[in-house]
T-cell receptor
Framework: DQQVKQNSPSLSVQEGRISILNCDYT??????FLWYKKYPAEGPTFLIS?????DKNEDGRFTVFLNKSAKHLSLHIVPSQPGDSAVYFC???????????FGQGTRLTINP | DTEVTQTPKHLVMGMTNKKSLKCEQH?????MYWYKQKAKKPPELMFV???????INESVPSRFSPECPNSSLLNLHLHALQPEDSALYLC???????????????FGPGTRLTVL
């Protein structure tokens, strides 16, 4: 049973436009959500996180939105840049659990 | 500074070899993790150490043996591996806050392991 789902395996966006990556979850006990960016053969790099007490968190070009009623979160990148091309993983954890549950990842390609 | 370092970067070993992967962090984090990642898949949790004690073993085969010598170091000892164990092995660390680890994990660059 996949508790965190990223239904789009890939996404292609033009440079300068907005990239929107989506993530759905099923476990209502999740209370902390993270986005990681990963280049090939490297470790995931932490991008941004959000606690379940918030519905939005912003850091520079990156904004994460959380809709608890829909069990959905999204990552907005604006403006998109070529260096943003990577695989993006959504992850979630519940309080007291020492585990991150990852989605399957979305490969983002930014076209010039 | 959010750096986790891992050595070696690449490792090729035979099925009868014994080798070790090393991970180090100096962020004062008290939780450290080993993950395994196959191509086009998300990281899979293997082990969690909390305050230098093993707190989670995700039913990992005994040919993988973790060790946490101190709060900054984490090792993964490998023995009699199989070709299907070839993968990227990632170390991560996070703060340990009041018994919860619902916080950010910072990953190292990984060790690319090939088992022949």
């Amino acid at each position: 049973d996949q508790q965190v789902k990223q239904n789009s395996p890939s996404l292609s966006v033009q440079e300068g436009r907005i990239s929107i990556l989506n993530c759905d979850y099923t476990n209502s006990m999740f209370d902390y959500f993270l986005w990681y960016k990963k280049y090939p053969a490297e470790g995931p790099t932490f991008l941004i996180s959000i606690s379940s007490i918030k519905d939005k968190n912003e850091d520079g070009r990156f904004t994460v939105f959380l809709n608890k009623s829909a069990k959905h979160l999204s990552l907005h990148i604006v403006p998109s840049q070529p260096g943003d091309s990577a695989v993006y993983f959504c992850a979630a954890s519940e309080e007291g659990a020492q585990k991150l549950v990852f989605g399957q990842g979305t490969r983002l390609t930014i076209n010039p | 500074d959010t750096e986790v370092t891992q050595t070696p970067k690449h490792l090729v070993m035979g099925m009868t070899n014994k080798k070790s992967l090393k991970c180090e962090q100096h962020m004062g984090h008290r939780a450290m993790y080993w993950y395994k990642q196959k191509a086009k898949k998300p990281p899979e949790l293997m082990f969690v150490y909390s305050y230098e004690k093993l707190s989670i073993n995700e039913s990992v085969p005994s040919r993988f043996s973790p060790e946490c010598p101190n709060s900054s170091l984490l090792n993964l000892h490998l023995h009699a591996l199989q070709p299907e164990d070839s993968a990227l092995y990632l170390c991560a660390s996070s703060h340990q806050t009041r018994g919860t680890v619902a916080d950010t994990q910072y990953f190292g660059p990984g060790t690319r392991l090939t088992v022949l």
